[in-house]
């Protein structure tokens, strides 16, 4: 298949890319302004892709913060482009996907939220845009992946274990996360199964911070140090918007065949010892 990833230079657009190379897929990479409708129609009518996956978002340096002090940036990008992406795609016959977030709900271990819950997290505005384009491209003929807490076996700014050791103040609650080395097969399948509508793409049950931050103390750097606090404390001293904690329902995806096992302390000390020969190759 000839596949078009927006977004490639990006932490998880690259390493999709070099995924479906590796598959022997045929992959474009250059790079298109998703807020230029008219450019993206030009390029996909030429380059004929089969599937169109959307990674594109603007970079929220250093976290989602940013988007607070740049809300037309935000919606440019993230709400318009996206759906300029998913247009153009379904313009020239092409599958469309496009990489969302569950960072719009919050609620503890015993709601799991499925692809019809709707959204019950408003405290940010990143999230908010996450959830008007929600809104708009369900009705539309495109796939919408929903993944949390994007983690990763190689070191990069944007993966979780990056992030969660870079703060020295913390907090641990129990979320759904999703191990990119597990989405990109599941993105392929999908692919070729293409479904519409939205699916939770994340590993079966679900990590809290301590967790990543001990696997991390164990294999990687015992002298880490960080203090744990609570999650007010979090929003009232530190940040700017609110956070999304929540469990996602993965059933959807295993009914489709897709399963991502879970990051239990073996399955994440493995990634971890990996995450750590990463380190050393830079």
Known sequence: MKFYILGASGFMGSRCAEYLKSQKHTVFIERIDVTDLVALKKVFQATRPDVVINFAGVRAYPNIDWCEDHKEETVKVNVAGAINVMLAAIEVGAYPIQISTGCI????????????????????????????????????????????????????PRNFINKIVSYKKVISIPNSVTLIEDLFPALLKLSKLKTTGIINITNDGYLEHKEVLAAYRKIVDPKHKHELISLKQLEKNITKAGRSNCILDNSKAKSLGLSLPALNKTRLEKLMRTYKQSLTLK
Not at 119 to 138: C, E, H, T
Not at 144 to 156: E, F, G, N, T, W
């Open 105 to 156: 709900y919050v609620g503890g271990i015993a709601k799991k939220f499925t692809e019809e819950d709707r959204p019950n997290f408003f405290g940010s505005f990143y999230s908010r845009m996450r959830i008007v384009l929600q809104d708009a491209l369900k009705e539309l003929p495109v796939l919408l992946v929903r993944i949390r807490m994007p983690i990763s076996a190689y070191s990069h």
